[in-house]
Each structure stands twice: as C-alpha cells, then as structure tokens.
Nanobody, 128 residues
C-alpha cells in the first residue's frame, strides 16, 4: 500500500496562490491514479482533481468544474510526488485537502471509492 503525506497548506488571501505537495512512499506512483480531494467545514469530502494513467507513458488530467482554469495537478514520478498548484484562490476553496492514490481504472476516477490510500490532509484557508 502507498503511504501519502501532504504539505504546503496555509492561510492565504483571496486571489493568492498555494502549492500543495504529496510525497508517496512504499510504492512507486507511476502506475497509480493520483488525486486530490477536499473537505470544507460541515461538508462532505469532494473531488478536486486527478492525474490518471492514460497509457503506459501518459496521464490524463480531470478537474472539478469549480477549480478548472485555476488549479493544476502535476506529478514527478522520479520524486514519487504529486503537486497541486492553486491559483486565484477563493474563500470557498477553504478546507482540508487530501491526497489519494488508487489503482488505474481505465476511465475516469473521481469517486472516493476509486482510491485506496489517503494522506492525513493539509489545511488551506482562504481569507476574504
């Protein structure tokens, strides 16, 4: 199983940027779908983005509509690390952000049940 550790969260003003990192250990992530989810206070955890294995050498990127054009997921397989670059942050982006790893499914992967391994989360707070 993959162990995941997120970092990079913090407090930022509206319109600011943050970059989250997720370092994996235990398994190489190159064959895994790697995703980010978030949970706002009082709400259920929701899908943000996923880097899913498309072919042996490429990955497809999917985003929730709420973050399209503002967030970018990337991965560095050599460092076993996934990143989430968040720009133009809004107060509604506030929440705990979780990194997740799951087996490739051959299609879209945006459900919590698609991911078997989860990090502890990192808090992102966007002030208005």
């Amino acid at each position: 199983q993959v162990q995941l550790a997120e970092s990079g969260g913090g407090l930022v003003q509206t319109g600011g940027s943050l970059r989250l990192s997720c370092v994996a250990s235990g398994r190489a992530i190159r064959t895994y779908n790697m995703g980010w989810f978030r949970q706002a206070p009082g709400k259920e955890r929701e899908f943000v983005t996923v880097s899913r294995r498309n072919t042996v050498l490429t990955y497809a990127l999917d985003y929730a509509d709420s973050v399209k054009g503002r967030f970018t997921i990337s991965r560095d397989n050599a460092k076993n690390t996934v990143y989430l670059q968040m720009n133009s942050l809004k107060p509604e982006d506030t929440g705990v952000y979780y990194c997740a790893a799951g087996a490739t499914t051959g299609g879209t992967s945006s459900l919590e049940s698609d991911f078997a391994s989860w990090g502890q989360g990192t808090q992102v707070t966007v002030s208005s």
